[in-house]
C-alpha cells in the first residue's frame, strides 16, 4: 500500500515473514498499529473478502490462507521519505469475518500482538535460588532468542540479593507476568521495541528514559501546524505520597519509609502538589533500602500522568510516525500547556491517501520549562 510520501510494507508468514504475495497486499483496506507505555504494541489489518470464483464456492481464499492464520508472523514496515522503520513485530491471535450481502464486500479482520505474547502462554511456578532481578530479567528474556528477540535489561539502583536461607524468588504464572512483577518493585518498564532489520528485536527491562525530544506538535502556527485536534486535562488528585513503617530484618527495629517527590528532571514548571497520602504495604522480608526504592518508583509514577493530552495529527505532513515512551514538544497552545509531554499512546492508522496518527501524551504539571522547541 502507498500514498504520496509514504510506503506500507508487510512481511507474513507461518515462520519466516516474507513480502506479502500481491493477491493479500491489494486486499488491504486499512493497517492501524498502537504503541503504548503500560503494555504490548498491537496491530490490526482489515482486508476485503470476497469468493466470487466458483473453485472459491466452499470458502473465503483469504481464511484458508496460511499466512493468516493464527500465530503466522506480522512485520509492519512504514517508510516516510527515504528511511523505513519498523512499525509492528508480532503474531496474529484474533481473526473476525463480516460477510458482505454483495459479491467482494466480505471484511476480514486479523489482530497481531507483538511478540511478548510468546512469554505470556504459559503460566509456570519456578523458583530462582540466589539470583537477584537482574539476573532473573536477562534469563528470561535470553530464552526467546528463537524469535529474534535480545535482552536489554538496565540494572536497578539497588539490588537486593537473595540468600537461600534468607528467601527464595518463586514465580508464579507467565514469564511475562513476573518480568513486569518485578519491573513493579523499581516503578521500570518492560516492552518490546523492533530492531530496524525486521525479523529482530530487543525487550527492554529497565527505567523510564527521556531521550531527545521527537519534533514539536504544532497547533495554530497556520503552515506550520500539524495537529488536526488536541485536548488537555489535569488531574490534581493523580499525584501521591507514601508514608509507613518497616521492620529491618537485620535490627529488628521498625523504621520509617518517606518518599520524596520524584527524582526524574521535571519538564513541568508547576508539578501537581502531592495531596493524597498512600501507607506503605511490603512484605516478604525486604530491607528497609529495597522497600523505600519501591516506595519511591510509586510516586514517581502517580505523578507522571498529572496533566494529560489526546489529539490526532496528519502523519504525512508531520513527515515521521511518532514514538510511546518518548519526550515531545507541543507549540501554539499557550504558556500553561505549551512545553515537553512524555508520548503515552500512539495509534498509526493507515489507509489508501490517508496517514493519520492519534496520540496521547502527559506529564506531571502545567507551564513549560523549554524556551525553545525543535519543530
Known sequence: ???????????????????????????????????RDDGASGCQIVFKAGRGQPYNALDYPLLKSRLLAPFSRIVVVLRIGLLPKVLFDG??????LAPGDQPGTGILT????????????????????????????NKIIASYARYGIAPLVIPPKVIDQP??????????????SYLQEMANRFGYDVYLTPNPLPGSSIVYWGP?????????????????????????RYDALAAHSVKGSLLDRQTGRAMPVMTTPPLQIPIARTPAPRKRITLLH??????????RARAQASVDQSSASVVTADGELD??????????????????????????????????????????????LAREGVGTLTPALLP
Not at 221 to 232: E, L
Not at 282 to 291: F, I, K, M, P, R
Request: glycine residues 8%; hydrophobic residues 40%.
Open 110 to 137: 486479523v489482530t497481531a500482538e507483538d511478540l511478548t505474547i510468546m512469554m505470556d502462554l504459559e503460566e509456570k511456578i519456578v523458583a530462582h535460588p540466589a539470583q537477584s532481578e537482574l539476573v532473573i530479567a
Open 163 to 176: 540468600l537461600p536461607i534468607d528467601r527464595v524468588p518463586i514465580q508464579h504464572g507467565t514469564d511475562l
Open 315 to 360: 502523519g504525512v505532513r508531520y513527515g515521521k510516525p511518532l514514538e510511546a515512551r518518548r519526550l515531545i514538544g507541543v507549540r501554539g497552545v499557550g504558556d500553561t500547556y505549551d512545553g515537553l509531554y512524555m508520548v503515552k499512546r500512539v495509534t498509526h492508522v493507515i489507509e489508501r491517501g490517508s496517514y493519520q496518527q492519534r496520540f496521547s
Open 208 to 232: 523510564q528514559k527521556r531521550s531527545l525530544p521527537q519534533s514539536a506538535l504544532t497547533i495554530n502556527m497556520g503552515p506550520a501546524s500539524n495537529v488536526t485536534t488536541i485536548s488537555f
Open 282 to 291: 511490603e512484605s516478604g522480608g525486604l530491607g528497609v533500602t529495597v522497600a
Open 1 to 35: 500500500m502507498a500514498l504520496t510520501g509514504v510506503q506500507l510494507l508487510l512481511l507474513i508468514g507461518p515462520t519466516v515473514p516474507l513480502p506479502a504475495p500481491e493477491p493479500l497486499a491489494a486486499a488491504i483496506e486499512r493497517v492501524e498499529v498502537t504503541h
Open 91 to 96: 503474531v496474529i491471535t484474533n481473526q473476525q
